[in-house]
């Protein structure tokens, strides 16, 4: 009994009942015509327990607007797919925009800071192709371009921009593995030229100097 009470009170604990909780069944339908907000998260993540009660104040908040959205995604259980699809690597990540095109949400994680970006951005609907009216001249002739392709054409470009972003991925790790070996290797410069001045007998001239000075004093 007392184990069962205790897996009811985690599972209470973990659920955000006013957050809407996305999955691949239900994303299309749910974001349809959104902005969104959403919080990718691990239920173990010590950082996304500390934000889960913020989270769901705003999500309240922002329940039932007919533009705004915010939401989560368990990326361990049947979110995975969404997570995967969206680049998720830390948790918790968060994300807005429009629901077919995501950005990187890099603000601040305190209520105040998550409540003035869904203010300053959830309120008015973005300019997308199921949002192509809001869109500015420019906006919509990429837009129509973009449309005038077949599936197969824009699988081949979007792949082909995917693949320079595991390319910059890829550089960026690598240079930073080279910075590391440098860091390293200056280190074990500084240490090994640190212990030649120490061995050359800097150590004994203090000592002598300090004796001298004693001695000095001594005779006073």
């Known amino acids: 009994m007392k184990f069962t009470a205790t897996i009811l009170a985690l ?7 006013s957050v809407a909780s996305l ?27 500390k934000m889960a009660p913020d989270w769901e104040k705003l999500a309240g908040e922002w329940e039932g607007h007919d533009i705004g959205l915010i939401a989560e995604v368990d990326c361990t259980t049947e979110g995975k797919p969404l997570c995967d699809a969206n680049g998720v690597k830390g948790f918790p990540s968060l994300k807005w925009g429009d629901a077919s095109s995501l950005e990187d949400y890099s603000g601040g994680r305190t209520y105040d800071a998550l409540a003035k970006f869904a203010t300053d951005n959830l309120g008015k609907a973005i300019c997308s192709p199921s949002n192509i009216d809001i869109c500015d001249d420019d906006m ?15 699988s081949a470009s979007i792949a082909e921009e995917e693949k320079k972003m595991e390319e910059a991925e890829e550089n960026f790790t690598q240079e930073v593995e080279k910075l590391q070996a440098t860091y390293q290797k200056l280190m074990d410069d500084k240490d090994a030229a640190q212990a030649a001045v120490k ?16 001695a000095g004093t001594d005779e006073l």
């Open 199 to 214: 061995a050359s007998g800097l150590g004994l001239m203090k000592a002598v100097k300090a004796a001298k000075a004693k």
């Open 140 to 154: 919509k002739a990429k837009i129509g371009e973009l449309m005038e392709k077949s599936d197969e054409e824009l």
């Open 11 to 17: 599972a209470a604990a973990t659920a955000n009942a």
């Open 23 to 49: 999955t691949p069944d239900n994303y299309d339908s749910l974001t349809d015509g959104k902005t969104v907000f959403i919080k990718f998260f691990a239920p173990w993540c010590g950082h996304c327990k």
